[in-house]
T-cell receptor, first 113, second 113 residues
Framework: GENVEQHPSTLSVQEGDSAVIKCTYS??????FPWYKQELGKRPQLIID?????GEKKDQRIAVTLNKTAKHFSLHITETQPEDSAVYFC????????????FGTGTRLTIIP | DAGVTQSPTHLIKTRGQQVTLRCSPK?????VSWYQQALGQGPQFIFQ???????QRGNFPDRFSGHQFPNYSSELNVNALLLGDSALYLC????????????FGPGTRLLVL
């Protein structure tokens, strides 16, 4: 089955700097890659997603890049703000999410004011 | 437009007992997936229901079972509870055909003593 690895497990950045979180997946059939943000005690919330037919997607300060050949994808957050502090999870799915999501182990991002 | 709701929010059980968790999907959604999130880990897929049938199942024992009702709401049942079943149980809903985004509920935190 699919396996998703996520790095780093913790990340601290100064407010205003950029943060990058990387994930690799094992199943070449995976074609949908969402990123979720989970604040303490709250539900995972989708922040951005990308399909395998696209190499990059951007939404304001957040971007995701996908390298299908290398089977890895990354989350980029620019101009970080204190409210970006949370745990971020990457996930992968075949059949564009109609199948199960396989999650990474999470990255705890701390923004230092 | 109501989002995904789950009940109860918290639950304490003892080993060997049985538990039922409930989920109401986002309005207009017909697919419900259940995930188990242990402390400090990413969500792990349990199973997915579509048209009242279990469409997919993750690597969980038969003690975990579910049901989907005609109104698309769903239940997760766990029998013979073990200490290791203590976790946050998340329900996610999506529109089964061609819409990949899974929206999560707030979860039910289960503690098994």
């Amino acid at each position: 089955g699919e396996n998703v690895e996520q790095h780093p497990s913790t990340l601290s950045v100064q407010e205003g700097d950029s943060a990058v979180i990387k994930c690799t997946y094992s199943d070449s059939a995976s074609n949908y890659f969402p990123w979720y943000k989970q604040e303490l005690g709250k539900r995972p919330q989708l922040i951005i997603d990308i399909r395998s037919n696209v190499g990059e997607k951007k939404d304001q300060r957040i971007a995701v890049t996908l390298n299908k050949t290398a089977k890895h994808f990354s989350l980029h957050i620019t101009e970080t703000q204190p409210e970006d502090s949370a745990v971020y999870f990457c996930a992968a799915s075949i059949d564009f999410g109609n199948e199960k999501l396989t999650f990474g182990t999470g990255t705890r991002l701390t923004i230092i004011p | 437009d109501a989002g995904v709701t789950q009940s109860p929010t918290h639950l304490i059980k003892t080993r060997g007992q049985q538990v039922t968790l409930r989920c109401s999907p986002k309005s207009g959604h017909d697919t419900v997936s259940w995930y188990q999130q242990a402390l400090g880990q990413g969500p792990q897929f349990i199973f997915q229901y579509y048209e009242e049938e279990e469409r997919q199942r993750g690597n969980f024992p038969d003690r975990f079972s579910g049901h989907q009702f005609p109104n698309y709401s769903s239940e997760l049942n766990v029998n013979a509870l073990l200490l290791g079943d203590s976790a946050l149980y998340l329900c996610a809903s999506s529109l089964g055909e061609g819409q990949e985004t899974q929206y999560f509920g707030p979860g039910t935190r289960l503690l098994v003593l």
